[in-house]
Every structure is written in C-alpha cells, then in structure tokens.
C-alpha cells in the first residue's frame, strides 16, 4: 500500500515571503499522480496544483510549483509571495495510475501566513 | 452549475441512530467517493463508485453502506451509529482518472455521534 508523509505538522511565513512544505511518498509503481489540497478554516477541499509521475517537467500554477524527485519519492511545494489568503492546511494526496480510485493523503501541514 | 453539495451541513447523532448523507453532483462525473476526514487526519476513503448501479469498498468501508441509482447522487448510509463515527465527511467527484485528473469536493459534513 501507499503511504504518502508530511513531516512538517505546522509551518509559518512572512507574507511575501516564500516558503516550502515537505512531502515524501512510498510507492512501486512508475505510474501515478501527486496532488497538493489546501483546505481553509471552511473546510473546502481546494486543488492547488498537480504533477502526473511520466511528466519530468515541474508543474506550475500561478505562485506555486512543485520539485518533483522522482527517484527521491519526493514532491514539495513552493508558495512564492506568501499571502494571507494562503493560510490554510495543506494535503499531500498520492493517486495510483493502476486503476486504483482512491486518493491517499498525508496527515497534512498547518501553514500561517504572519503579516 | 453548483458542483458538489452535501447535505446536511452539521448532525448530532445518539449511538445507535441512522442517518443518510447526501451528495449530489451535476457536473455529469461518473467517478464518485466517500471519505472521512478525523481530528489532525488526512482524508480516508470510505466508499466509490464508477458508475450507476456501481460501488466499491475503500479504505475503511466498516459500518457505512452506498448505493448509486443516478449518475448524479451518491448518498451514504450509517447504521447504529458509534462514536468512533465522529468526523467531517465529504463527497468528491470526477471524471475518469488521466490527464487533468482532478477530484471536486463538497463542503462537508460534520457528524458527532454522542
């Protein structure tokens, strides 16, 4: 089974500043696809960005990017310009390419923004 | 076009108690899924669906049933209702797993059973 780990639980940034959150994932398989979640005091589940594993570009949206280390098993997340909207609990979430429908996802990090 | 919903949005249950969740989808997904969200936890699969009449165990199926008679609804039974039942849960949709995946969440249920 897949386990996907976040190892930081709480994480904070100056506002414009920009700051990394951590995900490493256990896997045998060449094909899946990784998924970073944030999830507000609302409790909406909101995609932010997401890498498929035969791609070796780095996936990019707006202020966020991932590295992506394939052989390393890992997939951080940048947030550039750190704003105060972005204070939220992010997830880390593993999706198996196999035919396998269920997300897996790390216990997640509680980012602040500090203004 | 309002995506997921979920209903209710907050329920106090008596152990032993039975409920129904509803979800409801119209963005014409023929994937849809169950988790549960505990205190401090990422989201853990309860139940999928591929499709109408089609539904399958996740991660942690015990003491939840599902059915799925329209492509649109996907409601989850509880029956005698445990504390251990106590989380946030939300539906989520999608198109078939490839490029552009992406699974759309509702906005959740908090359930406490008491």
């Known amino acids: 089974a897949q386990t996907v780990t976040q190892s930081q639980p709480e994480m904070s940034v100056q506002e414009a500043e920009t700051v990394t959150l951590s995900c490493t994932y256990d896997?045998?398989?060449?094909?899946?696809?990784l998924f970073w979640y944030k999830q507000p005091p609302s409790r909406q589940m909101i995609l932010v960005i997401r890498?498929?594993?035969?791609?070796?570009q780095n996936a990019t949206e707006n202020r966020f990017s991932v590295n992506f280390q394939k052989a390393a098993k890992s997939f951080s997340l940048k947030i550039s310009d750190s704003q105060l909207g972005d204070a939220a609990m992010y997830f880390c979430?593993?999706?198996?390419?196999?035919?396998?429908?269920?997300?897996?996802f790390g216990k997640g990090t509680k980012l602040s923004v500090i203004p | 076009n309002a995506g997921v919903t979920q209903t209710p949005k907050f329920r106090i249950l008596k152990i032993g108690q039975s409920m129904t969740l509803q979800c409801a989808q119209d963005?014409?997904?023929?994937?849809m899924y169950w988790y549960r969200q505990d205190p401090g936890m990422g989201l853990k699969l309860i139940y999928y669906?591929?499709?109408?009449?089609?539904?399958d165990k996740g991660e942690v199926p015990n003491g939840y049933n599902v059915s799925r008679s329209t492509t649109e609804d996907f409601p989850l039974r509880l029956e005698l209702a445990a504390p251990s039942q106590t989380s946030v849960y939300f539906c989520?949709?999608?198109?078939?797993?490839?490029?552009?995946?992406?699974?759309?969440f509702g906005p959740g249920t908090r359930l406490t059973v008491t």
């Open positions: 896997t045998s398989e060449s094909d899946y696809y």
């Open positions: 669906s591929v499709g109408a009449g089609i539904t």
């Open positions: 979430a593993y999706l198996s390419g196999a035919g396998s429908y269920q997300l897996t």
């Open positions: 890498q498929e594993a035969y791609k070796q």
């Open positions: 989520a949709s999608s198109y078939p797993p490839g490029q552009r995946y992406e699974q759309y």
């Open positions: 963005m014409n997904h023929n994937y």
